[in-house]
C-alpha cells in the first residue's frame, strides 16, 4: 500500500509505471502556468465532452499516481475534479463542487501537487467538510468526510478556484 502525503502518493513503482507517471505529469500544467491562477467555469451541459474530460482525469489521476487533479491542472477552465478518496477505490468526480466545513477545528498536514512536483507544503484544513455537487451525468452528489477526504476537497477546490 503506498504511503498518504497530501494530493501525491508516494511508493516505489516499477520501470513501467514510472514512465507511464511520468507520461502523465508531462500532460498536467506545472507551476508558474498562469491557467493554474485562473478561475473555472461552472459546467453547464452533462454532455459527451464532459464525459471525455472525467475520463481523462480519472485516467492522468490514477497514471501520475496522484490523490486528487483539478481540470485546471491540464488545461481545462471546468469546475471538475477526480479525487480517491479511497487510495485503493476508484476515482471520485465532482462537477460544480462546493464544500461546507462542518467544524470550526483545523488541522495542518504535509500536502504535495502534481502541479509542484517533489515539493510539500504545511496546509491548514478544516477537519470536517461536507461536499455537493454533481457526477459526470449531472446526478447529485453529497460526501461528508475528514482527513483525506476532507483534504482532498479542499485542495481540488482552491485548483478550480485558482489557488494554489
Known amino acids: 500500500m503506498a ?9 516505489k513503482l516499477d520501470p513501467e509505471a514510472e514512465a507511464r507517471r511520468r507520461i502523465a505529469l508531462a500532460q498536467i500544467r506545472q507551476y508558474p502556468d498562469p ?15 464532459l464525459t471525455g474530460l472525467t475520463e481523462r482525469l480519472k485516467h492522468l489521476l490514477r497514471e501520475a499516481n496522484g490523490l486528487g487533479l483539478a481540470a485546471t491542472q491540464i488545461g481545462v477552465l471546468r469546475r471538475v ?11 471520485v468526480v465532482i462537477v460544480n463542487p462546493t464544500f461546507t466545513a462542518t467544524s470550526e477545528e483545523r488541522e495542518s498536514d504535509t500536502e504535495g501537487c502534481l502541479s509542484l512536483p517533489g515539493l510539500q507544503f504545511d496546509c491548514v484544513r478544516y477537519q ?10 449531472g446526478d447529485p452528489v453529497t460526501l461528508a468526510g475528514s482527513e483525506l477526504l476532507a483534504r482532498c476537497v479542499q485542495h481540488e477546490t482552491d485548483h478550480l478556484d485558482g489557488v494554489l
Do not use: C, I, K, S
Open 3 to 11: 504511503d498518504e502525503t497530501g494530493e501525491v502518493r508516494t511508493q
Open 35 to 49: 491557467v493554474l491562477r485562473m478561475r473555472a467555469r461552472e459546467v453547464e451541459e452533462f454532455d459527451g465532452d
Open 81 to 91: 475534479f477526480a479525487f480517491l478518496p479511497d487510495p485503493e477505490g476508484e476515482p
Open 128 to 137: 470536517n467538510v461536507v461536499a455537493h455537487g454533481q457526477n459526470e451525468y
